[in-house]
């Protein structure tokens, strides 16, 4: 799933919002509890790579992507395991674009 959100913020600004932001990007997401778990992050330039854990009652999914910022817009792109098949990927993506959207304005 790839989401990209426009900025008007620097680009050194909006790694800094998107490095605090990370840890919320998916609580909630899925509409259901979720717990996250062995969350990774590591940054190359303005690229985020990340890896975690959605734990939901006894399911483990694991999540992976990437997080690319430049001048002018924040790219979203991951992986997200048998949770597209859980739940439809327009309600997914949907839900990830306000959440993205309020955590870095």
Do not use: Y
Request: glycine share 6%; hydrophobic share 45%.
């Amino acid at each position: 799933m790839r989401i990209t959100i426009s900025h008007n913020q620097g680009r050194e600004q909006m790694i800094q919002v998107v490095d605090r932001a990370f840890d919320e990007v998916f609580k909630g997401v899925a509409q259901v509890p979720v717990t996250i778990a062995n969350q990774q992050k590591s940054w190359q330039g303005p690229l985020m790579t990340f890896s975690l854990i959605a734990k939901m009652g006894f399911i483990s999914n694991p999540i992976s992507g990437t997080v690319a910022v430049t001048d002018t817009d924040v790219t979203f792109d991951a992986d997200l395991g048998m949770l597209a098949k859980l739940i439809p990927a327009e309600k997914i993506q949907t839900a990830l674009q306000t959440r993205l959207r309020g955590l870095l304005a």
